[in-house]
């Protein structure tokens, strides 16, 4: 009995002993403070990302709670390594520390952009939707282009039938004038008779006149209607008026010879 107590005794006074000598203020050094921390810190000043990272996951890994070097990099991994996946995880286990920071909002942000990023590079053609998106607005330009082409046109061809009617009005003024004497001289119904010859006597319009052209090589409807009429845009009038020869409006031969209306 007396053994066993004096072994008791003895291994309280070690307990007490050992109770002594821990610190009851013991200091943890803070996150930002590790050596390492701030040795990625220098790294990333640096521009060295890579050593700054390996720098941060060497905080991470020796402590149990690293908000901080889990931003860091998580940035690191969005923004020079191109890895959303990665990044994403070191913003999540920072908002799993931090989940109230001022910054929490910013990070869910991050996390937003990078899941984007990571959409953006699944393999499944994911650029097919920007080419189709520019081949419409291509389209769109070129029907405005054309558009404007034919209002040009129309402006132009009101412009000649104005005129067209200016000449035609003049043309009967003046035809009254010079029958007026004959009508005065000549009984009415000589007159009505004269009046059709004064019109078949009239010289025909060159415009009226039939003309035809001989396709040449890497001649188009287009380029037909640029040379006869100074645009482009009436291939379509070529066209209907050869309908009878052509299948369709890039059906030309060489050597075939086609109306101008």
């Known amino acids: 009995m007396k053994s066993l107590s004096r072994i008791l005794l003895i291994s309280a006074a070690c307990t007490g002993l050992l109770l002594g000598c821990a610190p009851s203020d013991l200091e943890i050094v803070s996150e930002t403070d590790e050596k390492q921390y701030q040795l990625a810190q220098d790294y990333k000043n640096q521009g060295r990302m890579e050593e700054a990272l390996s720098a941060f996951h060497r905080v991470i890994d020796a402590r149990r709670d690293a908000p901080e070097s889990h931003l860091e990099a998580g940035y690191i991994y969005l923004r020079e390594l191109k890895d959303p996946v990665r990044a994403i995880y070191h913003f999540d286990r920072y908002l799993q520390f931090k989940p109230n920071s001022p910054q929490a909002n910013q990070v869910r942000q991050l996390i937003e952009t990078a899941q984007k990023e990571f959409a953006r590079q699944l393999p499944a053609q994911p650029y097919q939707g920007d080419l189709d998106r520019i081949d419409l607005m291509e389209l769109v330009k070129n029907l405005r282009q054309e558009n404007e082409s034919l ?3 129309l402006v132009n061809a009101e412009a ?4 067209l009617e200016s000449v035609v ?4 003024r003046a035809t009254a004038t010079t029958q007026t004497p004959t009508t005065v001289r000549q009984p009415i119904a000589t007159a009505q008779v004269q009046q059709p010859r004064a019109t078949t006597s009239t010289t025909p319009n060159p415009a009226t006149v039939p003309r035809t052209h001989t396709v040449q090589s890497g001649d188009t409807l287009s380029t037909i209607s640029s040379r006869y009429y100074g645009t482009p845009s009436r291939w379509i009038d070529i066209y209907q008026a050869n309908r009878d020869r052509l299948r369709n409006e890039n059906a030309l031969k060489v050597g075939q010879k086609i109306r101008i209306p």
């Not at 009005?169 to 009967?172: A, F, L």
């Open 169 to 172: 009005g003049s043309g009967r």
């Open 151 to 153: 209002k040009r046109d």
């Open 160 to 163: 000649r039938v104005a005129q």
